[in-house]
């Protein structure tokens, strides 16, 4: 399967988003934390900006660990629908918004489909 570093470089970018997503939003977290958090959302749209950039680093988290799962124990695994998945996930969201970081997530989507496709 080749050097294992997808899985982690995807962990690396969850943890990077996350992290500035708390930073730039911390005011915006502190008040749904003191809101009790349960429907602390509402229609605020900064609550729904800081809770989807928070749950975004979540999802980009466990896709990173099952797909490093996949690379050290050099099992047969989805990689080729996986990266075509977030390829097009990546490539919709660098549309929607050019200057972010949704540009770390190609190499990591092209190198899934290449190993996908060599398996």
């Known amino acids: 399967m080749g050097k294992r570093w997808i899985g982690r470089w995807v962990i690396a970018v969850a943890l990077l988003h996350t992290l500035i997503g708390v930073i730039a939003l911390l005011p915006v977290v502190r008040a749904m934390i003191g ?3 349960w429907n602390s959302v509402g229609e605020n749209p900064m609550r729904s900006v800081a809770a ?3 749950l975004g680093g979540g999802f980009m988290f466990v896709s990173g660990f099952a797909i490093d799962a996949c690379e050290r124990i050099n099992v ?3 990689l080729r629908s996986s990266g075509w998945s977030l390829l097009i996930i ?3 969201t660098i549309i929607l918004m050019p200057v972010s970081g ?3 997530l190609l190499p990591p ?3 899934l489909i290449r190993r996908g496709s060599s398996s």
């Open 109 to 111: 989507a092209i190198a």
């Open 76 to 78: 047969d695994c989805p």
């Open 102 to 104: 949704a540009w770390l």
């Open 35 to 37: 809101d009790g958090l």
């Open 52 to 54: 989807w950039f928070l």
């Open 90 to 92: 990546t490539l919709i």
